[in-house]
């Protein structure tokens, strides 16, 4: 397979023994950063999800005040509006003679009922995302190695053999007929793996370079990258799940459309809606994901529908839309550069496992310069030895800015420090003057963002407070 026509004045890696590193070294120090990056992350998952929740919690308390209203006009029941009332308005009237503790107490009794709720949403997107990934390889015109063919045989019979060295339980392998040049693992856990490999890579690589593919897709299976896959999908897809509701009291169409989903989606067993339903979550604004909506028949009136979402407008619309924008932009981010380390500690243990660099680097090496892709769903692009650039952003760490998988030259760099002998296309860095000149930007747009956040949050509170907890208090009178 021909790749040099693609490169650029290709350079040959040459490391001297101070720099080189041993494949020990690299997997403990990717799985370092990797761990470190998803701390990081859990932080500002555990911070973004307690703002939300807070941000819901005059809805929730309103709801559940105005059903034990209900409950009362029958079985006496405590007065919740009521008492909920009082403490709100003893902080306004005197927020200096508050103690630390005490806000703090209010603010996680305000945020209990929205964590509580999104708690329960990210244990039901957990295991519709891990049957997402889990999906039938028959949905991709896969099907299993043919005896008759030598290279399929082989890849088969060379998974097993890296299974064992890396003690996990031998995936099953599958081929898909397809010119493109990939390879994919999948499945719900290391327990329950496949691997689907194209024709493509089969008819193009050598044996060795087919072990090198091998190594890497099971050592990311025996690094746990399976459900760690399925774990950051339910994360992005809780906060995605508010985002989207937010269009759903506004478009009933979009409405119709989540709900269809997420009832399909709730029924034990993979399906189709699990693995539609994992992309309109982890990237809520990203509009390949959606499907086109009935055209408007607005009438110049205003309907029931919007008097209807008035009183969700502050907890829910505009909180959802505050917790997908930094969903996307900060905890997305985080999550990708952490999936990166994941990449690379993957190839070092394919290293481990092999024992020969050169079997992974020569097998990228053929990648880079052939066509990549193949039939595989977004849904799993991030276990690929390579993701399809034909999927872009519709994956379930495409949401953010940050690529969820280096470079195919930084990867080979990587793996020739740990003795591989590749070659890089030659890149001309940045000119120092142009960072000079993009920090100011950079730094109004973190300005920007940081007045943009401020603002969602106050006009959420203001909202709240008069299109949700007032009407809520009028209810509650009437009732009392």
Known sequence: MQHQSLMQEPASLSFTPAERESFFASIARHRRGATYLG????????????VVSVLMAPLCYAIIGIVLDLV?????????IGRVTDSVSALIDSPEA??????????LLAALPGGCLMLLMLHTLGRSMREAMAHDPSIHGARAPNPAVLAE???????????????????????????AVNAVAYGADE???NIVVSTGLLAGASRAELQGVAAHLVGSIANGDLGVGARFASLLGMFGLVARLSDSF???GAAGRLGRLLLRSLRPGASAADAHLAMLLTNPFDTATQTSSAPST???KIQWRTWAWMPLVGPLVISGFFGGMLCSFVLGPLLSLGWRRRKYTADAIAVQLTRDPDTLGSALEKIRGAAIGGPFGAWIAHMAIVPSPSIGARNILGGSAVPMSPSLDR??????????HVTLRARKSPPWWLWVLLSPVVLLLVGLMSAVVFGLLYVSVALSGLFTWLPAVIVHALLR
């Open 39 to 50: 701390w990081l992350a859990s932080a500002c998952a555990l911070l973004l999800a307690f």
């Open 98 to 107: 508050i103690s630390p503790a005490r806000w703090l107490e209010f603010l």
């Open 250 to 252: 506004t478009d009933r």
């Open 411 to 420: 990867r080979l760099k990587a793996l020739g420090v740990m003795g591989a």
């Open 298 to 300: 607005d009438t110049g």
């Open 153 to 179: 045989q082989q890849f088969a019979n060379t998974v097993a053999e890296m299974a064992i060295a890396a003690s996990v339980a031998a995936p099953q392998v599958w081929v898909a007929e397809t010119e």
């Open 191 to 193: 327990r329950h793996a």
């Open 72 to 80: 009362n006009l029958v079985v006496p029941m405590p007065d919740l």
